[in-house]
């Protein structure tokens, strides 16, 4: 907590959170301000922490999984992946080609509409009011196609071990077709909205610049890690799935600020249409679930398993003792540790930079909260 | 009428301004707000205000009886007499223009001498209510919010009267009715196209619209100044706003735009040219709401950098420019 030092008249402290229009959440921040300078910053954590990783102590495994969409509900598929990928890989399940093409695709699809979202919260945070309600359009479209194969539009437990729940059919196909077209002419427009706008260069450029030093001193991944230049990506480095098959890149800047990790968001969001669009092609025929036993145990020792998420790398880190309740899970998310460089960053800031410094993060609050 | 002919026919022509003014400030904040809604809508592909009356159009009076009717909370530490004075204070000022603003030939409270200096020195009033909001709320991002606004107006201020001040040279009055009577053959936003610019960026500032809202910042400071406001308190700030945005594109009309000089006469045109005056203001309205459903906000250094770096030493320039050729 910070300390106000009595002899410093100069500074007051101003209290962000937990209700606030642009911190997205219960995320609540002390600030410590000179003015409209930031001195010293604190974010505060908590409000919704809903001991997920106890919790996953005290069930079997399979009934834990229904917890992971909602750690982070705007790009929940991830987390799927992650936490069944993850038992595949303690017991050694096979998971057939046509299963593995199905959840890249639907995996990606929920990267867009999470980078989509971001997109326009992140406008408001700076804010440009119209811009959101275009990208809930396309969300939309998305949460639809889901809606119709998962059965849910947010918090979605699609994937099984061994498979997935139901196979895709034509229409899921042609409709993804027809919305990836749109989504490119809808680029166009972002592009002369809100990407050559002069107000919107100007509030970020130069603005939360990450060095690459410190983007590996807080070990941040995602976007904000790629922003600063390094090229790490779960999905090249660590390939999972059927990843290695598929051409895809992964897009960098080059000086770490604000500009550079909206940019690296927009340019991911053409390499996912890509990623979809040749795993479209490629979708083999055969069974959407292979073969799983009634009862899985986990076998004693530990394991992990990373996917990228839309906001950086998911990691879980599994302790078995030879029955169906873990013995301890960890959970890595990406949120927490990009939050946590915000004191660093924001000193000596303005507070509408912090805000677009904060929003240009990409946090989602109840991942960091679990 | 021997009730009548107890008061002097200056006193009664003053009552009746009033009520006209006050009714057409009222009437005129409803149909910005509906527009603005409806606007903002279409712009963001949704249909606005549907439900109340046929298209909504009632949505705005309702939204009125709501304000009216809601309960006037006033936090505890507050400074109560300047609480309850900052929304009225706010008020006031957005009223007291209309009293030289030329509608017509004939529409017109009043043609002061000094009609447009009369203006400018009502509307620096508005920017001691936000100081007043700010300052007794007790809230720190009200503070924040009154604070900007002082520094906002106050930069942008010049410019306005910079710019003012080069169409006043070249009308050689500062009448409202004569700076309209001066461009019956040409309007001055073809002679004076910069300061026309100027003026309409300034006045954007002056009244605090988006993208230079930094006073009432929404993803910044809540809400700014008006943080603690609740039902009337918030809704004479909101009814000052509109009054300042009318004002300020009246005043654009009339310096730059021909007043109510229409392309073609009417009928009774002393009377009738009105019509003309309300597209042009309406125009200029709606290309304001335009502006602020479209554009980011910008940062607070970067806005007092465009009014002392780039704004100022344009309209000096121009008026200088401006005072040699009409000089000479």
Same mark, same amino acid.
């Given at each position: ?23 997205? %959440? ?84 929920? $990267? ?8 326009? *919260? ?54 993804? $077709? ?14 002369? /909205? ?13 603005? %939360? ?12 991944? %995602? *976007? +904000? ?9 779960? $999905? ?64 004693? %020792?530990?394991?992990?398993? !990373? ?43 303005? /507070? !509408? ?18 | ?11 009664? $022509?003053? #009552? ?18 509906? /527009? ?35 309960q006037l909370i006033i936090p505890t530490d507050v400074n109560k007499p300047l609480f309850r004075l900052a929304p009225l204070l ?39 209510a936000?100081?007043v909001a700010g300052w007794a709320s007790d809230n720190?991002?009200s503070?924040?919010? *009154?604070?900007? !606004? ?29 700076? +309209? *009577? ?12 910069? !300061? ?30 008006h943080?603690e406001y609740s039902g009337m308190g918030?809704?004479l ?53 335009? #502006? ?37």
């Amino acid at each position: 907590m910070i300390q106000q030092d009595s002899t410093n008249r100069e500074s007051f402290l101003l209290n962000m959170g937990p209700q606030h229009p642009s911190t997205h %959440g219960v995320l609540r921040v002390i600030l410590e301000m000179d003015g409209e300078y930031i001195v010293n910053l604190e974010p505060v954590l908590g409000y919704g922490h809903r001991m997920h990783e106890k919790m996953a102590e005290s069930r079997a495994w399979q009934s834990f999984y229904a917890n992971m969409p909602r750690m982070d509900y705007v790009g929940a598929l991830p987390f799927n992946h992650g936490y069944v990928g993850l038992i595949e890989r303690m017991t050694g399940i096979e998971v057939p080609k046509r299963a593995e093409y199905i959840r890249v695709i639907t995996s990606e699809l929920n $990267r867009l509409s999470s980078h989509l979202l971001w997109v326009g *919260a992140f406008l408001l945070d700076l804010g440009a009011f119209t811009p959101i309600l275009y990208t809930f359009d396309d969300r939309e479209h998305i949460l639809d196609i889901l809606e119709d194969i998962t059965g849910s539009r947010l918090t979605y437990s699609y994937y099984r071990v061994g498979g997935v729940y139901r196979d895709v059919d034509y229409k899921f196909i042609n409709k993804t $077709r027809d919305f990836l077209i749109r989504l490119k002419e809808r680029f166009k427009i972002y592009k002369d /909205l809100v990407t050559d706008n002069i107000i919107f260069i100007k509030r970020l450029k130069g603005v %939360g610049i990450i060095s690459q030093d410190m983007a590996r001193r807080y070990g941040v991944t %995602g *976007a +904000v890690l790629r922003g600063s230049g390094i090229k790490y990506d779960i $999905r090249k480095n660590e390939p999972y799935s059927v990843y290695p098959e598929l051409d895809f890149e992964i897009p960098i800047g080059h000086s770490g600020d604000s500009f550079d990790r909206y940019i690296v968001k927009m340019q991911e969001m053409e390499q996912s249409i890509r990623i979809i669009d040749q795993a479209l092609d490629r979708l083999p025929d055969g069974p959407f679930k292979g073969k799983v036993p009634k009862k899985i145990s986990l076998p004693p %020792g530990d394991y992990n398993f !990373a996917v990228e998420t839309a906001r950086g790398e998911l990691s879980y880190y599994m302790v078995g003792d030879g029955s169906e309740i873990p013995y301890r899970l960890k959970i890595r998310v990406p949120s927490y540790s990009n939050l946590s460089l915000l004191p660093e960053l924001c000193q000596g800031m303005l /507070l !509408a930079d912090m805000v677009a410094t904060m929003g240009s993060l990409d946090l989602v609050i109840p991942e960091i909260d679990r | 009428m021997d009730f009548l002919s107890l008061f002097p026919p200056e006193f009664i $022509r003053i #009552i009746i301004s009033s009520i006209i003014i006050v009714t057409f400030i009222f009437v005129n904040a409803i149909i910005m707000v509906y /527009l603005e809604r409806k606007i903002a809508g279409h712009i963001q592909r949704r249909p606005g205000p549907m439900e109340v009356g046929p298209h909504g159009i009632l949505q705005t009076i309702i939204d009125g009886i709501k304000l009216i009717t809601k309960q006037l909370i006033i936090p505890t530490d507050v400074n109560k007499p300047l609480f309850r004075l900052a929304p009225l204070l706010s008020f006031t000022p957005s009223i007291l223009p209309f009293i030289v603003i030329p509608f017509s030939k004939s529409f017109q409270a009043r043609d002061l001498d000094l009609g447009i200096v009369f203006i400018l020195a009502i509307s620096a009033i508005n920017v001691l209510a936000l100081l007043v909001a700010g300052w007794a709320s007790d809230n720190k991002y009200s503070l924040f919010g *009154a604070m900007r !606004a002082v520094s906002q107006n106050i930069a942008f201020e010049v410019p306005i009267l910079l710019s003012i001040l080069s169409v006043v040279l070249m009308t050689n009055t500062f009448s409202m009715q004569g700076i +309209v *009577a001066a461009q019956n053959k040409i309007w001055f936003v073809l002679l004076q196209p910069i !300061a026309f610019i100027v003026y309409f960026i300034s006045g954007l500032a002056e009244t605090n619209r988006a993208p230079f809202d930094l006073p009432e910042a929404e993803s910044e400071l809540t809400a700014g100044f008006h943080t603690e406001y609740s039902g009337m308190g918030f809704g004479l700030f909101f009814l000052g706003e509109y009054g300042n945005m009318f004002i300020v594109s009246s005043i654009a009309t009339v310096l730059f735009l021909g007043g109510w000089h229409g392309p073609f006469p009417l009928p009774f045109g002393d009377f009738t040219n009105i019509i003309w005056f309300m597209i042009k203001v309406y125009a200029l309205l709606i290309l304001m709401v335009q #502006i602020r459903w479209t554009y980011p906000r910008v940062r607070f250094d970067q806005l007092l950098n465009l009014a002392w770096k780039y704004l100022i030493p344009i309209s000096i320039v121009n008026l200088l420019i401006t005072a040699v050729i009409v000089k000479l």
